[in-house]
């Protein structure tokens, strides 16, 4: 299936280089692509990437698993997820 972030020129997937500005929300939004065949940088435009999310050395693992479950929760809620793309507010 083709999608933006395939390579305008040849096609190929292309790679999401990871230094990117993010919205407030932590996403990239409309990133810049890099392919991994023809090397074209190409803009996947109406594509969002969840971005990382800072946690701090002093979370428990507990913690962690918890951020983890919501965020498992949160992109796997198809049914509630309004058409462009934004994921449903946290429980």
């Known amino acids: ?4 972030r395939r390579c305008p020129t040849c096609g190929a997937r292309g790679i ?3 230094n990117q500005p993010r919205d407030e929300r932590g996403r990239i939004v409309d990133p810049i692509m890099l392919c991994p065949s023809c ?7 109406g594509v969002t990437w969840l971005g990382a999310f800072p946690v701090s050395p002093h979370t428990t693992k507990e913690r962690l698993s918890e951020i983890a479950d919501e965020l498992a929760a949160r992109m796997s809620a198809t049914k509630e997820t309004p058409e462009d793309g934004e994921l449903p507010p946290a429980r």
């Open 16 to 18: 999401l280089p990871l």
């Open 1 to 4: 299936m083709t999608d933006a």
């Open 39 to 45: 090397e074209v940088e190409f803009r996947a435009v």
